[in-house]
């Protein structure tokens, strides 16, 4: 079966750290564009951060300095490190694998929540 599994979401308070995780079985990430995105309720869903087949990253301009994207290939896991979290981070996020359109998968999100 293949799919994309979340995890490392949680409580945090401001300033604060997490490192999301986001696990593929099924299939290899290598040959995939690889990304997180967030969504908050009543609003579309956001690009984060991005890494494409060839390596490069994107880090969306409201995450810039605070967020990093990496992966691990031997584990098949992509990760969002995110550090000096503020209250506006606050939302679902949800990893996604896509292969130039032709085969896309979705996690089912973490809630990360940041507060007091």
């Known amino acids: 079966q293949m799919q994309l599994v979340e995890s490392g979401g949680g409580l945090v308070q401001p300033v604060g750290s997490l490192r999301l995780s986001c696990a593929a079985s099924?299939?290899?990430?290598?040959?995939?564009?690889i990304a997180w995105f967030r969504q908050a309720p009543g609003k579309e869903r956001e690009l984060v951060a991005r890494?494409?087949?060839?390596?490069?990253?994107y880090v969306a301009d409201s995450v810039e300095g605070r967020f990093t994207i990496s992966r691990d290939k031997d584990k098949n896991t992509l990760y969002l490190q995110m550090d000096s979290l503020k209250p506006e981070d606050t939302t679902v996020y949800y990893c996604?694998?896509?292969?130039?359109?032709?085969?896309?998968?979705w996690g089912q999100g973490t809630q990360v929540t940041v507060s007091e």
């Open positions: 099924g299939f290899s990430l290598d040959y995939y564009a």
């Open positions: 890494i494409t087949t060839g390596g490069s990253t």
């Open positions: 996604k694998a896509d292969a130039y359109g032709a085969l896309v998968y």
